[in-house]
């Protein structure tokens, strides 16, 4: 009984170092794009932090010189990476209801601090009022930023 006791503590201590390192976590690649030269904001929010996160930061609509559209989240944009699956999103709310497709659009995954521009394919509908930053590890929101 001692010996499977040591095997089973031993398994469990190899299940949580592995786990925590964050080399063996494979992290998805941030799809943000860089732009040069002037952009002009839309449309504009302040993240409120959730699920007690540190959220920080703005989440924008933005035009650049070329006429192409943007989703930009700030300089000074901050979050929990810790989890690997960190999403944007635009929401008709200020919830994510993953269960109602036309609630929701996926922008991008963003997985460090700082200034992100994700080029979208045209100025969004208008039903999306809400910038969502989504744990997707967890299913839990991370900041809500209404943008008006």
């Known amino acids: 009984m001692k010996t499977v006791n040591r095997i089973f503590f031993i398994l469990m201590l190899l299940l949580m170092v592995t786990s925590c390192d964050n080399d063996l976590i494979e992290m998805p690649a941030d799809n943000s794009v860089e732009i040069t030269g002037d952009f002009e904001?839309?449309?504009?929010?302040?993240?409120?932090?959730?699920?007690?996160?540190?959220?920080?930061?703005m989440v924008q609509v933005v035009e650049d010189s070329s006429g192409k559209f943007f989703i930009r989240l700030s300089e000074n944009f901050d979050t929990k990476f810790s989890t690997g699956t960190v999403t944007v999103y635009l929401s008709t709310s200020s919830s994510l209801r993953l269960e109602e497709n036309e609630s929701f659009q996926l922008i991008g995954i963003v997985n460090k601090p700082g200034q992100h521009f994700y080029e979208l394919n045209d100025l969004p509908d208008t039903k999306f009022t809400h910038g969502i930053i989504w744990c997707g590890a967890a299913?839990?929101?991370?900041?809500?930023?209404?943008?008006e």
């Open 41 to 57: 904001v839309l449309k504009s929010g302040t993240l409120i932090r959730q699920s007690g996160t540190n959220t920080m930061g």
């Open 139 to 147: 299913r839990i929101p991370f900041g809500n930023a209404l943008i």
